[in-house]
């Protein structure tokens, strides 16, 4: 089993050290599990901008040097990757590709949180969206994740259709057209997308993507990893055999993961 997402406290919003992460992943027999923290808001300029969000700057070299004493620690037993998920701001991300630099990452997982002003997650900005809008808007994410993934500076393309976390009726509309260029996009980049299955912590249940656009992904070749976007340890791997049988019925047969930025396949199992 493998889990490229996985948070801990520094983050302000999920429990549990990182050392309880790797010890719940060893516990339930994982083999690799990905050490990936939210990055502290890099373009902003105090140390730490938003305290309920993401780490303070000043912490990220102890989450850092913490994960990879982990990984030497436990080496014989789990491999490690060390990871951080970013947030893509178009045109402001040159600060995090800078502060990203000067660490030893192996990947990192870039998501869009934050679409058009407000936190996709935020349930009042859906109160009073007429049906008509929904279409539209999930396109202009669509679009969202695909600038992401054209940025060239991740790896892995994170929950590409959480913007129905908080209002379900999202995920039943349909946008073919913008789904298959940020699944092109995703590909073209040779980044991958991943399987989240934290969408059962919100409103819309179930995971992210859709089946849909997993049937879409498979039919335009994107490569796929599994992701629990654990923000407490016992959900490491969450769903995972739930998650294995349907790409196996979808024609998928192995997982991407990266070390030091490489990709390489494990099987689908």
Known sequence: MIDLHTHHNRCGHATGSLREYVTAALDKGVKVLGLSDHTPMFAEDADHALPPVAMPKSEFPSYVAEALALKEEFARSIEILVSTEADFFSGRM?????????????????????????????????????????????????????????????QVMGHIDALKGNCPQLGAVPAPAAADEMLRAIRDSGAVMEINTSGGTKMCGGWYPESDILERAFHFGVPVTFASDAHVPDRICDQYPEVVQVLHAIGFRTWTVFRRGTARTLPLS
């Open 94 to 154: 040159d600060p995090y590709t800078e502060a990203l630099s000067r660490y030893p990452l192996d990947y990192v997982i870039g998501s869009v949180h934050m679409f058009e002003g407000r936190d996709i997650f935020d349930t009042t900005r859906w109160e009073n969206i007429a049906e008509s809008e929904l279409a539209a808007v999930k396109g202009r994410y669509f679009q969202a994740i695909a600038a992401c993934a054209r940025s060239g500076l991740f």
